[in-house]
């Protein structure tokens, strides 16, 4: 099994800046796939970002120019950096992975999700 644990989330005025964290850690093999997607009251689940082991990034068009992925392979951890912070951006924001683990299957996992709320 592999766990994801996300750091990073709280409030932040609008124009302001918060970074997420997210650590992989359990039976892993190979990371196949990291990133960010997030859920608003009444909205459903959307992608943020997401990164490729090979470094391809995917962006949301909303959170295009404002957002950035990145990950560490050595320590199996993703984080978005939000920058220009919008209060459309207030959501629960959820880490999710595709890994191999060392069985050599592949699975989905998600974190539990962090609160982030942009103040106006």
């Known amino acids: 099994q592999v766990q994801l644990v996300e750091s990073g989330g709280g409030l932040v005025q609008a124009g302001g800046s918060l970074r997420l964290s997210c650590a992989a850690s359990g039976s892993i093999f190979r990371i196949n796939l990291m990133g960010w997607y997030r859920q608003a009251p009444g909205n459903q689940r959307e992608l943020v970002a997401r990164m490729f082991s090979g470094g391809t990034t995917t962006i949301a068009d909303s959170v295009k120019g404002r957002f950035t992925i990145s990950r560490d392979n050595a320590k199996n951890t993703v984080y978005l950096q939000m920058n220009s912070t919008k209060t459309e951006d207030t959501a629960v924001y959820y880490c999710?992975?595709?890994?191999?683990?060392?069985?050599?299957?592949?699975?989905?996992?998600w974190g539990q999700g962090t609160q982030v709320t942009v103040s106006s």
């Open positions: 999710y992975a595709r890994a191999t683990t060392k069985e050599l299957y592949e699975y989905e996992y």
